[in-house]
């Protein structure tokens, strides 16, 4: 048995525009990295976290990482003693699924360094329970990309249901973050509590296009479903420069567009490497101008998932 391990886990995009707390993938940059290290004494211990200024807990029952390890250790019956080490190499709050990257790479470390007694999939459950501690819900739209990689569609949560879908090989996303702060709380609070009909209809047959031109590498179709009408219009006044930088996306060639989980990370799809980076200038600009920093990642869709890194 291995006594020390470090794993990557990647950071995603949820919602993916139309598929509000239902769809999200996993890219290849960024990410969070764990070491977890067998103690000969039992109990969870978090020595060292970086990259997070300060601002994480190291009680093991309070952080992310601590409590789905500690649910997992439960579930299984053990009583091994682990330590761990967090390195947050993403922005917190920043739309981009911080917290359930730390939170799969604890449970699949976890897991390996026990001798794999679970299946990826099943470690799903533990992880959520990480993001139940980050925000107070154990929602699964960014925990379950970054544990099975790829396009994920959480189908239901009781029972827990989810299905990853092909993904197009060629699909790059852009996403910038910019240096702003928006609470998931204060982005939860401005939607509205109830949909019409008509707007109801308009969304179910976004996500259905959007799932379809993505197992069909449809790119027009893909595009052309990337209309939010339950979210956007509410949490795009949570960003200065919103729609100005997604059109600086599409004016550059990317199919479409979209607030990355409840942000202020905008993304963008592109069809290949090239135009996806210049969809990366393109919004910078936008920010720019506005007297706003930020950084822009470009990547391949991560259909890989969680990576043993050392």
């Known amino acids: 048995m291995e006594k020390s391990i470090k794993v990557f886990a990647p ?7 139309c598929g509000f707390d239902v769809l999200g993938f996993a890219v290849d940059n960024p990410g969070d990295e764990v070491e977890l290290k067998l103690k000969s004494t039992t109990g969870i211990t978090i020595s060292a976290i970086t990259g997070d200024e300060g601002k994480l807990t190291k009680d093991p029952e309070l952080n992310t990482v601590g409590v789905s390890i ?42 390996q360094l026990l001798g794999c007694p679970l299946k990826q999939e099943e470690l799903l459950p533990f992880a959520m329970e990480g993001e139940r501690i980050a925000c107070g819900s154990a929602h699964a739209d ?18 827990l249901d989810v299905v990853k879908i092909p993904t197009p090989k060629d699909l790059f996303a852009t996403i910038i973050h910019p240096h702003i702060e928006v609470r998931t709380k204060d982005a939860r609070s401005i939607l509205r509590k109830d949909l019409s009909l008509h707007d109801a209809i308009k969304q179910w047959g976004n996500v259905a296009g959007l799932v379809a031109g ?19 219009p509410y949490r795009s006044m949570l960003i200065p420069g919103y729609y100005d930088v997604k059109q600086a996306a599409l004016d550059a060639g990317a199919l479409g567009g979209g607030i990355s989980g409840s942000g202020p990370s905008v993304f963008a799809l592109s069809k290949d490497e090239k135009t ?10 936008v920010f720019n101008e506005l007297g706003i920093g930020n950084e822009v990642y470009v990547s391949r869709i991560n259909n890989a998932g969680p990576q043993i890194i050392g």
């Open 11 to 17: 950071a995603t995009v949820a919602n993916v525009t």
């Open 70 to 111: 500690i649910r997992l250790l439960a579930k299984l019956g053990s009583k091994q003693g682990l330590d761990i080490k967090l390195h947050k190499k993403m922005p917190l709050g920043s739309g981009l699924g911080s917290s359930a990257a730390s939170a799969v790479a604890g449970v699949f470390a976890a897991n």
């Open 142 to 159: 960014n925990v379950a990309p970054s544990l099975l990689g790829g396009f994920v569609i959480v189908r239901s949560y009781t029972p």
């Open 214 to 232: 993505i197992i069909t590498s449809d790119y027009a179709l893909i595009g052309r479903s990337m209309d939010d009408v339950v979210a956007e």
């Open 276 to 285: 996806a980076k210049k969809a990366g200038v393109n919004m910078a600009k």
